[in-house]
């Protein structure tokens, strides 16, 4: 059971949520990166997405997107997946679960409705883009 299992403290990891301007498209897209800050890497990656809240007065889930990647290095970013503009005003939930040396760890992380916007910018490390970060 996920009770009996000793997850370490997640530490040194943030999500981030950035436009992309490619000068292609009219409107432009956006993009959620996972964020190793950590000076190692972390394996066996899962993270899984939704999007859940009210919207127009009714009550609204998202499908969960389910990721995986085999390895992040350290000082890393990836790519997790694009995300709508009009998804915004959910909150938007990204669960990671991950292994360092063996450990297993585990956070939940949430931009909540109406957080991703120009006010909450600032610049994300080792990407050179600004956008919304939480650690």
């Known amino acids: ?3 009996d299992i000793d997850f370490g403290k ?3 990891l943030a999500f981030a949520i950035v436009p992309e301007h490619d000068g292609t498209l009219p409107e432009e897209e956006w993009s959620v990166y996972l964020v190793n800050l950590k000076n ?3 394996e066996g990656v899962i993270v899984a997405s939704t999007g859940y809240g009210d919207l127009d007065g009714r009550k609204v889930k998202t499908s969960t997107l389910r990721q995986f990647f085999d390895r992040i290095a350290s000082n890393e970013f990836v790519k997790v997946e694009m995300i709508e503009k009009q998804l915004f ?4 939930e990204f669960w990671i679960s991950f292994w ?5 760890f585990d956070k939940r992380y949430v ?4 957080s991703i916007s ?3 910018f600032t610049q994300i490390p080792l ?3 600004r956008g919304v970060m939480i650690k």
């Open 100 to 104: 360092i040396n063996g450990k297993m």
């Open 10 to 12: 997640v530490e040194d």
């Open 1 to 3: 059971m996920k009770k």
């Open 118 to 120: 120009l006010e909450n």
């Open 89 to 92: 005003a959910l909150n938007n």
């Open 40 to 42: 190692e890497p972390i």
């Open 127 to 129: 990407m050179g883009k």
């Open 111 to 114: 931009f909540v409705t109406e």
